[in-house]
């Protein structure tokens, strides 16, 4: 919540997170209760403490910080460590 999308318009993001399992995990996005196009891909990483960085995705944000990002797991989620929101 509360996420800042600058001056509005296409923002990319990206995640750290761990995947200690043997296959790769998939996640979709939604931003303010609108699914965005692509998903995030996290493959193993080796151990659930061993840390990664994501693949990026284009999504749409409002102007400001009234943005809501959620991830959500298709197949089931890795371990989060933090979500990197880079504005226009």
Do not use: H
Not at 1 to 26: D, F, H, L, P
Not at 44 to 71: E, F, H, M
């Amino acid at each position: 919540n509360n996420v800042n999308g600058g001056s509005g318009g296409v923002c990319s993001i990206s995640t750290n997170y761990a995947n200690g399992g043997s296959w790769t995990r998939r996640c979709k996005v939604s931003v303010n209760g609108v699914d965005q196009p692509g998903e995030f891909e996290y493959t193993p990483t080796g151990a659930w403490n061993k840390w990664a960085d994501s693949n990026t995705l284009q999504v749409n944000c409002n102007p400001g910080t009234s943005n809501t990002i959620r991830i959500t797991g298709v197949t089931s989620g890795p371990n989060m460590n933090k979500m990197m929101v880079a504005v226009p």
